[in-house]
């Protein structure tokens, strides 16, 4: 057996595609530390469902799930202190994930190139809507309006009715499973031959990329066959998330895990997205927000607990 | 320039349609060297437009697994590679006598990564089912439903995509760890759980209160207004999403309405979020007046979230994709010439492109059979007479 223990992990990213991106990469054992903004730390922290309906930063459904395993720091990089800490944190580190407006990394001197000079094997992936560059690169996205711009709302709902949304973040999930096996590659490689990436992975291109057989078609032979059809037949609602708990496949294949928290208590969480014999799914719970800060401030780092003191006054951590 | 990363790795593709064409069409533009094995004397797979754009950078040649003597050819050439990918039923590479015991009797460290719906072991590992199955399956059809009316598929066949993308990565990591432990290992990618995976916030929030979660159409648990207006056109719409006070204020300045960001029913989220019915009603009918360009464009300005909804002509004729050199033009010498779709994963220092049309049926015969494998004129020809490959 072997996990990814090896591969340290930067997770700057806010939303859901980077935290799923980090947190397939920590469920095979990657060190992931997530970097949240002090005070409230990431927004996804405010999102439910919560135990009981009773909104708490420690214990939404959407935060929970996405960051099993992963450790949390709070730091403002966009303070000069703040990034002066993340560039010794970057040292130590393979992979860096973000997921902010292009070229705000590099207005505060973080950008891929400079943080490349101290790491030149890094591995630094910049998941967005949009990608990097583009006349459309600097949009404000959602889930909702990313799904519009990747071409699969165009096709999804009926043809009388307007388009619709799939349920969930499948937008962003989509990219965040990209973002993961697209960071697998390039780690695997630049843990060969040191050399480092920066992947921008653009969720509109993702998702467009699945659009078969609609872009090829329109591609090769200019037919737009493009257009929402509905469900031919009634469709089948399928299960509900009640009737997964209970599929005998599942269960027999122990996809369902419990995982404890010491503020959310025990609750069901699925599993492994795929099953390599030889590296083990780790079912690890997310962090409390800035729950590691003294082990990597005072560990690693080492920073006095003064030091921490100072830094917490000046809003750093 | 370096090398792309997946260089010299290479991989027989086993597979023909679904998930796993999507898999290895991410690892052949990462520069894995992907040889399609085909059965002989059927002509393959139609060579569809889609066809041609998911085998695009890969190579294909013809055996008959099912025969004795196309088993031989086929594991010296496992002798040769990393990585087999495969998605028969659960006894097929069992009953063609080349389960991963053989495999590995072959190559003693190739990985074999086996995609299907329902995973190799358990009671329904026969069961098999496409991708707008598993959305089903998985509980997404579920909470995919217009606010009045039943649940709908999504419009491609997103469980094969994502189970594509999750079989692309667990080579990765299986690479990753041969190269740290030797050894290579079977890998069991079932569909069904890793879109399950997709929806894991209503499962952990499930298992919290023990309701079931309903289908929100294109609302949000929280931001409004957050919806899909008609615009200008036929069939052309918008979306619009506001996350916050600040944007709503935006969005009615946008609107020409500046007063409705105090007005009682809207001034707060709360309110908003309650009274999002009579939200949808003002802002579709200022959207219905524009383009979805044009009202995209107006509210970006605005630091409002709006995009327009993309159909494929749009998406193709669309300034953004085009000016990040998304489409690339490929010529094939069947099909002509045409722009294709990209790589969606654009590294900095390797930037992967479109290197090889699609193959034709059985095209790399000869660099499979003669360059890799070293047969001889005469051992080729007694392959071909006895059906194995041509």
Redesign the interface.
């Known amino acids: ?2 996990s ?1 223990s090896v591969l340290r992990v930067l997770d700057l990213s806010e939303g859901v595609a980077g935290a ?1 991106c980090t947190k ?1 990469l920590a469920g ?1 054992g990657a060190d992931v530390i997530k970097i949240e903004r002090p005070g409230g730390g990431d927004p996804l922290r405010r ?7 009773l909104p708490h930063p420690e214990k939404g ?2 935060f ?3 960051n099993t395993g992963k450790k949390s720091i709070t730091l403002d990089i966009g303070q000069r202190t703040g990034a002066l800490i993340l560039r010794r944190l970057v040292e130590g580190t393979e992979v860096v994930v973000e997921s902010f407006p292009p070229r705000w990394l590099t207005e505060l001197g973080m950008g ?1 190139q400079s943080l490349a000079r101290l790491k030149p094997r890094l591995v630094m992936t910049s998941v967005t809507p ?7 690169a600097g ?4 889930n ?15 043809p009388d ?8 973040y ?1 937008a962003e ?2 990219a965040g ?2 973002a ?3 960071t ?6 630049a ?3 040191e ?8 969720g ?3 998702m ?14 200019r037919r ?1 066959i ?1 257009q ?4 031919v037949e ?12 209970e599929a ?3 269960r ?2 122990g ?2 895990q419990e995982i404890d928290h010491p503020a ?1 208590g025990r ?13 083990p799914w780790l079912a690890a719970r997310a962090p409390l927000l800035g729950e590691h800060n003294e082990e990597i401030y005072c560990g690693e780092l080492e920073l006095s607990r003064e030091e921490l003191v100072i830094l917490r006054a000046g809003r750093v951590i | 320039m ?2 792309l ?2 260089y010299g790795y290479r991989i027989l593709d086993l597979t023909t349609a679904g998930a796993g064409p ?1 898999a290895t ?3 052949a533009d ?1 520069g894995a060297e992907v040889i399609k094995v085909e059965a002989p004397n059927n002509g393959g797979p139609l060579r ?3 066809f ?3 085998n695009r950078n890969k190579y294909a040649c013809t055996m008959d697994l099912g025969q004795p003597r196309g088993r031989e050819p086929f594991l010296r050439l496992v002798t040769l590679s990393d990585v087999v990918i495969e998605d028969y039923r659960s006894q097929v590479l069992e009953d063609l006598s080349l389960s991963y015991d053989v495999l590995r009797s072959a190559k003693a460290d190739i990985i074999l990564v086996s995609l299907s719906s ?2 190799r ?5 026969d ?1 098999m089912a496409d991708g707008p199955d598993i ?12 606010l009045v ?10 469980g ?3 189970a594509g ?6 080579v ?6 041969r ?3 030797g ?1 290579g ?6 569909g ?3 879109m ?14 023990g ?3 309903q ?4 609302r ?4 409004a207004p ?5 615009c200008v056109g036929d069939d052309q ?5 506001v ?1 916050d006070d600040e944007q709503f204020a935006a969005l009615c300045r946008a609107m020409g309405r500046p007063e409705l960001a105090a007005d009682t029913r809207f001034a707060d989220v709360v309110s908003r979020y309650r009274n999002q019915e009579d939200l949808d009603g003002i802002v579709g009918e200022w959207t219905r007046r524009f383009t979805p360009q044009a009202v995209t464009e107006a509210l ?1 300005a605005a ?11 749009a ?2 004729a669309g ?3 085009r ?2 050199g ?2 690339e033009s490929v010529s094939h010498p069947d ?2 010439t ?5 790589v ?7 930037p992967a492109h479109i290197r090889l049309p699609a193959p034709r049926f059985g095209e790399h015969n000869d660099y499979v059979l003669r360059g890799l494998l070293g047969l001889s004129e005469g051992e080729v020809q007694e392959l071909v007479a006895g059906g194995i490959i041509g």
């Not at chain 1, 929402?228 to 469900?231: A, E, F, V």
């Not at chain 1, 609750?267 to 390599?276: E, K, L, S």
């Not at chain 2, 290992?185 to 079932?190: E, K, L, M």
């Not at chain 2, 949000?220 to 931001?223: A, K, N, P, Q």
Request: with cysteine; proline share 7%; charged share 15%.
């Open positions: 057996m072997t990814l799923c397939l095979f999102h439910g469902p919560f135990p009981d309906d459904a959407l929970l799930y996405l891929y949009f990608g990097q560059d583009g006349p459309y949009f404000r996205a959602t909702l309006t990313a799904f519009a711009a990747g071409g699969q709302m165009a096709v999804t709902g009926e009715r307007e388009p619709l949304k799939n349920g969930g499948q999930y989509q499973l990209h993961f096996a697209a697998a590659v390039a780690a695997f490689s843990d060969a031959t050399v480092g990436q920066h992947i921008d992975l653009a509109v291109e993702c467009a990329t699945a659009l078969e057989p609609y872009v090829s078609s329109w591609a090769h032979q737009d493009g929402r059809q509905g469900n009634p469709a089948p609602a399928g299960l509900t998330v009640q009737d997964l708990l005998p496949q599942l027999a294949r996809f369902f959310a609750q069901t969480y699925p599993g492994a997205p795929f099953r390599p014999e030889a590296m | 370096e090398r990363p997946l999507y069409r991410l690892l990462m569809s437009d889609t041609n754009h998911v329902h995973g072991r358990g009671p329904e590992k069961l959305e089903a399956l998985a509980g997404l059809t579920a909470i995919s439903a217009y009316g039943g649940p709908q598929k999504t419009g491609v066949a997103y094969d995509a994502v993308i999750a079989a692309a990565g667990a990765a990591l299986a690479l990753w760890h190269r740290r432990a050894e290992q079977h890998v069991d990618v079932a069904w759980e890793t399950v995976g997709l929806i894991g916030e209503y499962v952990v929030g499930y298992s919290m209160n309701r079931l979660p289908p929100l159409g294109n949000h648990s929280s931001m957050h919806g899909c207006y008609a719409w918008v979306t619009v999403a996350e970006q630091g409002v979230p709006a995009a327009p909804v993309l159909g494929v002509t998406l193709f300034p953004h994709l000016a990040r998304f489409w099909a002509g045409w722009d294709m779709d990209g969606p994963w654009r590294l900095s220092r390797s």
